[in-house]
């Protein structure tokens, strides 16, 4: 048994050989542990190794562990998906959504940004092909939600997100994130400022890296397998 900072300390190793791989200048790729299930302990035990950004998938789940974390250093990320009535406590908790798929659910998290709050940091979760599920918007569909995010003030559009399928191989497993990327190139080419590629989990993040990733998702190689 290893414990969190040991855990922690490897998948960092990794971020650092694949930015060394693939020519990406070191720390461009930042790392989001992924504490979702997982509980307060497990976060105070990362955070005591230096990790500051957490990333949560159910609201019910994330609320009470905020709670008990108040005042402690995180930047919390909310990655899963959202219903409309979660969003009040959505704007109001957190620092970052990934997982932005429709106009609806941008013009209220828009509405209930706290005033007192930085504007909320936005990535559109695309479907790409391979994907995992059927979340995310089309990638046909990217453009037109993107100009609504950049048009709202209390919202700021950073990128894009994508969950592909489990894929072997590591051909395989960049096909998905260079598309990711290239529709980010897209929506530099039209103006908009986007410098997020939220793509890579524990099993392929090598592969995210190679193909651009500036943030990977890490759940289970930091905090070990969900019941
Ligand atoms: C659970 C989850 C992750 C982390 O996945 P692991 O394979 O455990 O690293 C990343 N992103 C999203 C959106 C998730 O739901």
Redesign the pocket.
């Given at each position: 048994m290893s414990t969190i900072a040991e855990r922690l300390s490897r998948v960092r190793a990794r971020i650092s050989r694949a930015e060394q791989d693939y020519g990406r200048p070191a720390g461009s790729v930042q790392l989001l542990a992924?504490s979702?299930t997982k509980p307060v302990s497990a976060i105070l035990a990362a955070i005591e190794a230096g990790q500051r950004a957490f990333?949560e998938?159910y609201l019910q789940d994330a609320l009470p562990k905020q709670e008990a974390l108040a005042g402690q250093p995180i930047a919390w990320h909310f990655?899963?998906p959202i219903q409309s009535n979660k969003t009040k406590a959505i704007a109001a908790g957190f620092d970052w959504v990934?997982?932005l798929e429709r106009e609806k659910i941008a013009r209220r998290l828009n509405d209930q940004r706290p005033d007192n709050l930085a504007p909320l940091n936005i990535c559109l979760q695309v479907n790409v092909s391979g994907e995992a599920s059927k979340a995310g918007l089309d990638p046909g569909s990217v453009q037109a939600l993107a100009d609504v995010v950049a048009g709202l003030p209390r919202l700021r559009l950073r990128g894009l997100m994508c969950?592909p399928a489990p894929a072997r191989d590591l051909d395989a497993q960049r096909r998905p994130f260079r598309q990711l990327r290239e529709l980010q190139e897209t929506l530099l080419a039209n103006g908009l400022a986007v410098d997020t590629l939220s793509m890579g989990?524990?099993?392929d993040l090598e592969a995210a890296v190679a193909e651009g990733s500036t943030l990977v998702?890490?759940?289970?190689?930091i905090f070990g397998a969900?019941d």
């Open positions: 992924v979702k990333g998938n990655i899963g990934h997982s969950i989990m524990s099993g998702r890490v759940g289970t190689d969900r």
